[in-house]
């Protein structure tokens, strides 16, 4: 069961390029989010999809966009990169909305822009 | 507004020896809580969840968690301690909200355990 994956695991951007990370979840959820975990920090939400078809903003959205593809894919994208988006990026996904759902996570992208 | 504070950035026990993690909450209404364990350099794992139903939850690997709404904390606990449990911990909050599920991390617990 694969539950939550993201493509790449690792990636070295330099400053102004672009690049898409891209989820998939094989849990029929139909929600899916997008973190960023920096040290000391723990997770800030950067965009949510509560439904297919739908997408906002959370926490930090300055410098990212997303898509949700279909059900199954959320892909983040970085337009121009920037040394500030360095960090470990999360997806994660979740059943159904409302308070007291616990997220499903991947297992991370560790990005670097230099 | 909702938020988590996590007490403790680092903890240090030996192994066999209890653990406690600190964690306190502010949300207007009762909320869920969560305590997610990740381990170096993997992704993150539910080990407990709070939905008003018992105060005393018990999680996976021997851990549990008590929801005290006077004062607002939702401690980690774990009676002996093993290697295996080194990791990041992080304890959230999920308010009620309409729409959508939304988590609101702590800072999270860096735990060590010695031989």
């Known amino acids: 069961n694969a539950g939550v994956t993201q493509t790449p695991k690792f990636q070295v951007l330099k400053t102004g390029q672009s690049m898409t990370l891209q989820c998939a979840q094989d849990m029929n959820h139909n929600s899916m989010y997008w973190y960023r975990q920096d040290p000391g920090m723990g997770l800030r939400l950067i965009y949510y999809?509560?439904?297919?078809?739908?997408?906002d903003k959370g926490e930090v959205p300055n410098g990212y966009n997303v898509s949700r593809l279909n059900k199954r894919e959320f892909s983040l994208r970085l337009e121009s990169a920037a040394p500030s988006q360095t960090s470990v990026y999360f997806c994660a996904s979740s059943g159904r909305q409302g308070s007291g759902t616990e997220a499903f996570f991947g297992q991370g992208t560790r990005l670097t822009v230099v | 507004a909702q938020s988590v504070t996590q007490l403790d950035s680092h903890v240090s026990v030996s192994e066999g020896t209890p653990v406690l993690l600190r964690c306190n909450y502010s949300?207007?209404?009762?909320?869920?809580l969560f305590w997610y364990v990740q381990h170096p350099n993997k992704g993150l794992q539910l080990l407990l969840k709070y939905t008003s139903a018992a105060t005393l939850v018990k999680g996976i690997n021997g851990f549990e968690a008590e929801f005290k709404k006077s004062e607002t904390s939702f401690h980690l606990t774990k009676p002996s301690a093993h290697m295996s449990d080194a990791a990041e911990y992080f304890c959230?909050?999920?308010?009620?909200?309409?729409?959508?599920?939304?988590?609101?991390f702590g800072a999270g617990t860096r735990l060590a355990v010695h031989p």
């Open positions: 949300s207007s209404y009762s909320p869920s």
């Open positions: 959230v909050v999920s308010p009620i909200s309409g729409g959508y599920n939304k988590l609101i």
């Open positions: 999809s509560a439904s297919e078809g739908t997408t």
